[in-house]
């Protein structure tokens, strides 16, 4: 089958054959026409799939020929990373389109942002948090939304958004077209399913939680101390290209990241805590090769798409199975292949024979050689809690001095005159990229975007 079976517009073809792509992958085979005919869907599939192109193609196929300056179509995502590389996704297919689109996620300023919802871009991709924020003023009304989708339900939910989400949905109209897709269909995914969509077409690629088939896994059995030096090891001797790394928290993010560069390996690290333009220059940083290991948490694990990306490295076992899944379905996607290695110490052994039984198979245990298991290793990325508290309580204190010696510059003088000027003075004005409000949607996309269908050989 090809992407010409699916009666899809001329102009989209052409993007798509300009990217290189011939063959759809099955989630898009039986998704697109599907959602071309109007009905509402529901669709379980691995990550890495190609879902993206599965609901972007037919919404774009329907809102080609719609006049312009109204926003029909809105997309919510659960990270600022996910949105931000479903508008390139976008913007690659709708090259030879007029179609519009903007991002609207935290981090960066408002104003682009605002100025997309002014001027009726055919398509906004949201984080659900930013979108309540913009929907508080009076601008940002969406009277002509025709379709929703919803991507990585089960991810949203696992943040915390349900409420956000069904706060979401009073403004916008209840007669549209729902796209609901999800990694994994937990009860609670399912019963949102069952208030939003009417009469949904039903689509299951996975019977079960499992990576895709591309990726290779392999365990590697090392004390927590040691990891680190491990994973240097590795590095040197090539059989780690360039890796996405995840980590259990923040600061061991921090810890992390600090300890590589410490050993001359060009690293970055991205988490909740780093501003969006610090997420966006480590991501872009990553991607063209400036950085060889990208450091992560989970919270931006769905939102990383990295052509080609060789290896991932679970530094820390995840607790929960499903998110196993979501780590290591960062390489190995659209049918290429990568390696998915996890570092396990003693007391991990229960958390990875948990993934083991939901994956449905055991992993393989290596040990590297000529490696010494029994060395001294790093002290631990833990920071220990008193020497956390002391580090915040005097991050308070700072902040507090500092908003006392901006209120006395803001202030009036005893005498009742002007206060001083200087120092304290207005609001700062937010910063960020503008890139996040999208602008016309037919400009490329930068490296990593994501494939919709399998390169042709």
């Known amino acids: 089958m090809s992407f010409s079976a699916f009666s899809l517009h001329p102009s989209l073809l052409s993007g798509i054959r300009e990217l290189g792509f011939v063959q759809p992958t099955p989630i898009q085979a039986e998704a697109i026409p599907i959602a071309v005919s109007g009905r509402d869907l529901l669709a379980c599939a691995q990550t890495g799939s190609g879902k993206t192109a599965a609901f972007l193609l037919p919404i774009m196929n329907r809102l080609i020929d719609h006049p312009r300056r109204t926003t029909r179509a809105l997309i919510l995502t659960p990270t600022r990373e996910l949105a931000a590389q479903i508008l390139d996704d976008l913007n690659a297919l709708a090259v030879h389109t007029p179609l519009t689109a903007a991002a609207v996620y935290g981090g960066v300023g408002m104003g682009p942002q605002e100025h997309a919802f002014r001027t009726g871009v055919d398509v906004i991709i949201a984080t ?19 379709y929703l989708v919803l991507d990585e339900a089960d991810r949203m939910l696992d943040m915390g958004f349900l409420p956000a989400i069904r706060r979401v949905l009073r403004h916008i109209p209840t007669r549209r077209q729902t796209l609901f897709f999800s990694a994994t269909m937990p009860p609670d995914i399912a019963v949102l399913a069952g208030e939003m969509l009417k009469n949904p077409a039903r689509i299951s690629l996975q019977r079960q939680a499992a990576p895709a088939g591309g990726i290779t896994q392999a365990v590697y059995p090392v004390p927590q101390t040691l990891k680190t030096a491990l994973f240097l090891e590795l590095l040197r001797r090539d059989l ?16 992390l990241t600090a300890q590589l560069v410490n050993a001359g390996v060009n690293a970055a690290r991205i988490h909740g805590n ?13 991607k063209k090769g ?18 080609a990306l060789s290896h991932v490295v679970n530094y820390d076992v995840p607790v929960v199975p499903d998110d196993y899944i979501h780590r290591v379905g960062r ?18 052994e229960g958390d990875i024979r948990a993934i083991e039984r939901a994956i449905g198979k055991s992993l393989p245990r290596v040990t590297l050689s000529d490696f010494d298991y029994r060395r001294v290793g790093e002290p631990s990325l833990e920071v220990p809690r008193a020497e956390r ?30 206060g001083h000027s200087g120092g304290g003075g ?15 949607a037919g400009r490329p996309a930068g490296p990593g975007g994501r494939p919709p269908g399998r390169r042709s050989r």
């Open 128 to 146: 659900p948090g930013r979108l309540l924020d913009h929907f508080t003023k009076p601008y940002a009304k969406l009277p002509g939304i025709e």
């Open 240 to 255: 780690i290209r360039e890796a996405l790394v995840f980590t259990r928290t923040k600061h061991r993010t921090d810890r």
């Open 274 to 286: 780093r501003s969006q333009a610090q997420r966006t220059q480590a991501l872009e940083g990553f």
């Open 290 to 307: 400036a950085y060889r290991v990208l450091v992560a948490t989970d919270i931006a694990a769905r939102g990383i798409d990295v052509e």
């Open 331 to 348: 390489t190995g996607r659209a049918s290429a292949t990568g390696d998915a290695f996890t570092f396990v110490s003693s007391e991990e």
């Open 389 to 418: 508290i002391a580090a915040i309580r005097a991050q308070k204190a700072r902040e507090r001095a500092s908003a006392a010696r901006r209120a006395d510059g803001r202030g009036p003088s005893r005498s009742g005159g002007p």
């Open 426 to 440: 207005g609001r700062p004005r937010s910063g960020g990229p503008s890139s996040s409000a999208g602008g016309r």
